[in-house]
Every structure is written in C-alpha cells, then in structure tokens.
C-alpha cells in the first residue's frame, strides 16, 4: 500500500511519505491567464487530478492547492483599452475553468490567485533581504533581485551549474550583480496601467513571477509541504527559483517535486510561441468531454504525448467497450451497485502506486470489463455485480466514472429511451399480429436512427451505434 513516486530533484522513485498521512498537501503551478487554454494544459490538469484522486483513495484527504497566476508581463501586454489586464485575466481564468470542469478535473481545495497575495510577497521578499540573498538595485528603479551567488544550493533542482545558466530575462539586467539574478519585485513602469502596481517598500511596483508561488504556498500550505508540481517545462528557471527564494528565506518547501510530460505535435512540444497549439476549446467541441480524459490520461503522466486524431478515436472505442459493458450489465442486474466504495483490483492498486501507471491500470480495467462480458455470456449474476463494482470502482479513480451514463439517468437518454421503446413495443405487436410489412419499416427506420437493437431471452434492448 505504499505509494511510489518519481521525484525529479531526487531523480529517483521515492516511496511517498507525507507529513500527516491523514491529509496530503500538494501545490501545482495554474495558469498564467494571458490567454485561452490548449490542451497541453488540460492534460496537465488531468495528470494531477488523477495523481489526486490516487492520493485521496490511500490516505482520505488531500488539500490540493492550484494557482492563477492574473499579474504578468504577458496579460499586461495582451490586455487593451477595451479589457484592461485585470478583465482580460478574468476571462481567461473562466476559460481555464470551464476546460478543466468539462473533463472532469475536481475543483481545487483552494484556488489563490496571485494578486490577492501581494502582501505576503512582500513579507517574503523583505526577509531575502534581511537574510542577505535579495537586495534592491542601485538604479533608483524599484527592482529588487534575488542573489543567486548567495545561495550555495542553488541549481540543485536541475543540477546545474551557476556558470552554465542563461541570464535571467525577466527584468533589465543593469541593476543586477550577475546576470543569473531574477527578479523578485518590478518597479512601476510609466507605460503600465497605473493600477497594475502596489505600494512597497521599494516604492510602487508588482510581484516578480517566481515569488508569487512561494508566497502562496506558505500561505495556504505552511512552510512545508509534501508535494510540489507542474510541467516539465517549469522545471527551469520557475521552480529552481521558488526552491532557492523559500529555501533561503527559511522553509525547508517541498518535500516531492512531480512534473508532468509535455503535449508534442509531430514530436515538437506544443505551445503558444511556436503556434502549434490545439485550443482546448476546439478539441472540446469536436469530441466527447470524456473521450478527451481517456486521450490525454491514458499516456503516463510524465512521458510526451503525440496527439494525432487517432488517439481521440482510440480512446472512444474503449470507453465505448467499457459502456457497452455496463449497459448489459445494467438490463441483468438494473440494481447492481456502482459503489465507489469497493476493493479494487490488486493489480490496479499495485500500479497506480506504481508512480501512477495509467496504462497498466487501464490494462486492468479492460481485463476486467472482458471476464464481466464473459460472466454476462454464462449468466453468472455474482460475477457480474463484482465486474460492475470493480469497473465502476476504476472508473471513479481515473475521473472516467461512467456508471450515472450507463444506467440512463440523464434526461436526454431517458427521452430517447422512451421513444425507442415506444417503437420496440410497435415492432413487437407488429410481429405478433403477422404484419411482417410494418414490422420491417419499424425496424429499418430505428436502425436508419443510428439505434442497435438485440433481441435476447430477456426482451429486446438498445444501444446507439457509435461505429
């Protein structure tokens, strides 16, 4: 029952310890809401959302913090006249949520957003420099710097070298002692919206990008927490600048450090400065909110994923089998239980300990849905209702629960189901009286809907045909 994951500072799988087993504290890096969502984020967000639902099956509960980064060059360059920073970055939030709702990401424990948070970064900030590893520029601009030479750790996260880093580009180097500095607080700018600024006491200016995070997750998760995540690609410079400012400024910070792989098209990783992103909002509209979990959830969390229109289609045709399955079920046994409450596989819990072995729990999954369909062939009513229990079980960890579906308790299925019976219960008095010639234009005209009929010793019953 131990959980195992990679940590990418220690390189290596780690059993997970946490500080209170009873309750389980992570942080992930949001979004920085300059603009719409691609579904390189939302398979983000599915990898945590499953990694949290793992978590919350083993140890209960989980305060899951997740971030909104709504101050940023980016948004104040996006913003214009007719939506300033602050209305462009509510609206981008909205669409980050609305994205992760439709795939069923749970909503966070707490959700802070970095301009509710500026004092705390100032507080922050103030004891970098009163611990000698933050200091403000000599230009008069009101920037103040984090000083890298000053932390001997720092680059352990990446494990590199001082020497070899980049310049930081995130501020005007004129004022920095070395180049590597980053910035901790941007003085105002006469060219910024004047209400894009806060009041220091190294005159007005707003948050640097990295401090936002430490200063959040001190405030809503303490000093130390068990679990730190994000993309891969935050790796450098945002986190090995939140684990150098928090580690200097006292906190011993997070204890696991989990990155997600990265979405690729054509083997190039996707993003919005190389303009071969898919919106998260077109892919949405094209397909089944839960065929675009299963796609973006089925790949392990920390390898690339290469999206192509047959992974949507693949995951279609699975969830269709898993479906298929539950609707037979559900005509034999129409009150088993789809209880989340049950014992899963042991070989699906030994692979989502496994540092979340999605695929090899999926295997699990299908397995399980092929001995229900052989137990429905045989009509063994037990081991029907422990596939169903196992499945829905499986379902409910992964976030692909199914089972409300396939029992029809929406209203539009409920509507179709009425109709379609309707003609069923037609066709059937049809039959009886001999009327061949009514009985076939019933027949054809359901199957001409797109409707599957299958007649068995129990009735006749429906399905949609999705091939």
């Known amino acids: 029952m131990t959980v195992r994951l990679y940590d990418t500072r220690a390189q290596a799988l780690r059993d997970f310890a946490p500080r209170d087993p009873s309750n389980v504290t992570v942080y992930v890096c949001g979004p920085t809401v300059q603009s719409g969502p691609h579904i390189g984020h939302v398979r983000a967000a599915v990898g945590f959302d499953i990694l949290r639902r793992w978590l919350e099956y083993r140890h209960g509960r989980v305060t899951f913090v997740r971030n909104v980064t709504d101050i940023d060059d980016k948004i104040l360059a996006n913003a214009t006249d007719a939506e300033p920073w602050w209305a462009l970055a509510y609206r981008i939030e909205l669409e980050f949520t609305r994205a992760y709702a439709a795939v069923g990401v749970l909503a966070p424990t707490y959700e802070p957003r970095a301009t509710a948070s500026v004092p705390q970064m100032i507080e922050l900030i103030e004891t970098l420099i009163e611990r000698g590893h933050a200091y403000a520029a000599p230009d008069g601009s009101g920037d103040v710097y984090f000083d890298v030479r000053s932390w001997p750790d720092y680059g352990s996260l990446t494990r590199q070298s001082l020497d070899a880093m980049e310049a930081a580009a995130d501020a005007d180097p004129r004022g920095k002692r070395d180049p590597r500095d980053f910035a901790l607080w941007k003085g105002a700018k006469p060219e910024e919206p004047s209400d894009a600024a806060w009041s220091s006491p190294w005159g007005l200016g707003r948050p640097g990008w990295h401090i936002e995070c430490s200063a959040m997750s001190r405030r809503y998760l303490g000093g130390e927490f068990d679990i730190h995540g994000g993309g891969l690609d935050l790796r450098f410079p945002h986190h090995e600048n939140e684990l150098a400012q928090s580690t200097a400024a006292g906190d011993a ?54 999206l192509t229109s047959q992974s949507f289609d693949e995951a279609e045709a699975a969830l269709a089998r898993i479906q298929a399955f539950l609707q037979r079920a559900a005509r034999l046994l129409p009150d088993a239980s789809a209880s989340r409450d049950v014992d ?51 379902l ?20 179709l189901d009425a109709l379609v019976r309707t003609m069923i219960d037609q066709r059937a008095e049809a039959r009886a009286t001999k009327d061949w010639a009514a009985a076939d234009r019933i027949r054809d005209a359901i199957a001409a809907a797109g409707i599957v009929l299958e007649d068995g010793p129990e009735g006749t019953h429906w399905s949609v045909n999705r091939g």
């Open 344 to 394: 899963l596989p042991a070989a699906f819990a030994s692979a989502m300990d496994d540092d979340l072995a999605v695929p090899q729990a999926l295997a699990v999954l299908h397995e399980t849905v092929r001995a229900g369909n052989t137990a429905l062939d045989a009509g063994d009513r037990d081991a029907v209702a422990h596939a169903v229990a196992a499945v829905s079980g499986m």
């Open 396 to 415: 409910a960890v992964l976030g692909l629960d199914a089972a409300s579906e396939a029992r029809g308790d929406d209203a539009e299925t409920i509507a």
């Open 253 to 306: 910070f997070a204890r696991y450090w989990v990155h997600n792989g990265l979405v690729t098209v054509g083997d190039q990783k996707m993003s919005k400065s190389l303009g071969n992103f898919l919106l998260a909002d077109d892919v949405l509209r094209e397909r089944d909110p839960r065929v675009v979990r299963y796609a973006l959830g089925a790949a392990h969390y920390r390898s690339s994923l290469d």
